[in-house]
């Protein structure tokens, strides 16, 4: 029986497009032209790197949580998929990190690593649209969030990760991708 999580995809095919940070908490990342990733913390120079949570949303409910969300990655096909429905967003302006290409993001299992040169991060979850995203373009979110045809409900903007090792990301970079040990467990919103 399918578990309908991705096999580790490898080749040169798998790679940063695009990376991105803010110092400020906004919705959109200016692009850069690389950034450095921070062992325990996140996106140095980024709004929402820190050993606890930063999201403005999650620190009003418990400031002392841990950062599950330190590096926030899409990939640059559901950017693509977003233009032939008639949305123009660019790589960074959903306040991802880093924008990749060739790999199936979503379907990767909790604890997926991600190799990008020195860096390190383990994916721990998806990302979990809110209204900011209507506010940046109206009617996006359905894009983004909706219920399938099993009424199973989908998220589309992306998966969160924590920093393992820290290190230099720029576009162009390979990435190698680890599974973790079976069994597989699907990702939940973090």
Same mark, same amino acid.
């Not at 302006?93 to 290409?101: C, V």
């Not at 991600?114 to 390190?120: D, K, R, S």
């Given at each position: 029986m ?22 400020? &908490? ?34 009003a409910?418990?400031?002392?949580q841990p950062?599950l969300?330190?590096? &926030? ?9 977003l ?6 967003v660019?790589?960074g ?9 060739g790999i ?7 604890g997926?690593r991600? &190799? ?5 991060i383990?994916?721990t979850?998806?990302r ?9 373009r109206?009617g ?41 040990a079976?069994? &597989? ?5 973090v």
């Open positions: 399918s578990t309908g999580l991705v096999d580790a995809p490898v080749g040169a095919g798998v790679r940063v497009v695009a990376v991105s940070r803010s110092p400020a &908490h906004g919705f959109s990342k200016p692009r850069e032209d690389a950034i450095r990733l921070l062992a325990g913390l996140g996106v140095e120079g980024d709004a929402h790197a820190g050993v606890t949570v930063q999201h403005r949303s999650r620190v409910v418990d400031p002392t950062n969300r330190q590096v &926030h990655l899409i990939h640059a096909e559901l950017h693509a998929a233009a032939e429905a008639g949305f123009d660019g790589y302006e959903l306040g991802e990190n880093i924008t990749t290409q199936d993001l979503l379907r990767l299992p909790t997926t991600l &190799h990008i040169g020195t860096a390190e383990e994916i979850g998806l979990n649209p809110c209204v900011q995203i209507d506010q940046f109206k996006l979110l359905r894009q983004l969030v909706y219920r399938d045809a099993l009424e199973a409900l989908v998220r589309k903007a992306g998966v969160m990760g924590v920093v393992l090792a820290g290190g230099m990301v720029r576009p162009g970079d390979v990435i190698e991708t680890v599974l973790p079976l069994p &597989h467990r699907a990702l939940e919103r």
